[in-house]
């Protein structure tokens, strides 16, 4: 069973970086999708970015433009750039992957790891 560990989140200003890096246990070779999500404080789990094994990329509305999701095949490792960071994305991160896209699109999920929380100061 292939499990997953967040890392990377950290306090930052309104307009700061920060990179999460998602380190996956096993080979990511079959994972067609994989995505970050986050969740914030009374709010429901979001998807914010997903990458196919293609490394085709999709993202949320709201972190277009902002943020940048990358695969790195030989670390087994998803990354989550995030630039130009706001209040509004304080939250804690997860990520997540699965051989199905729609499983990823629809955050069809037994388990979740720990996550890393990213926390944007005004």
């Known amino acids: 069973q292939v499990q997953l560990v967040e890392s990377g989140g950290g306090l930052v200003q309104a307009g700061g970086s920060l990179r999460l890096s998602c380190a996956v246990s096993g080979s990511i070779w079959g994972l067609n999708a994989m995505g970050w999500y986050r969740q914030a404080p009374g709010k429901q789990r979001e998807l914010v970015a997903w990458?196919?094994?293609?490394?085709?990329?999709n993202y949320a509305d709201s972190v277009k433009g902002r943020f940048t999701i990358s695969r790195d095949n030989a670390k087994n490792t998803v990354y989550l750039q995030m630039n130009n960071l706001k209040p509004e994305d304080t939250a804690v991160y997860y990520c997540?992957?699965?051989?199905?896209?729609?499983?990823?699109?629809?955050?069809?999920?037994?388990?979740w790891g720990q996550g890393t929380q990213v926390t944007v100061s005004s």
């Open positions: 990458i196919t094994s293609s490394s085709s990329t």
């Open positions: 997540n992957a699965d051989p199905h896209l729609i499983r990823v699109l629809r955050a069809d999920f037994g388990s």
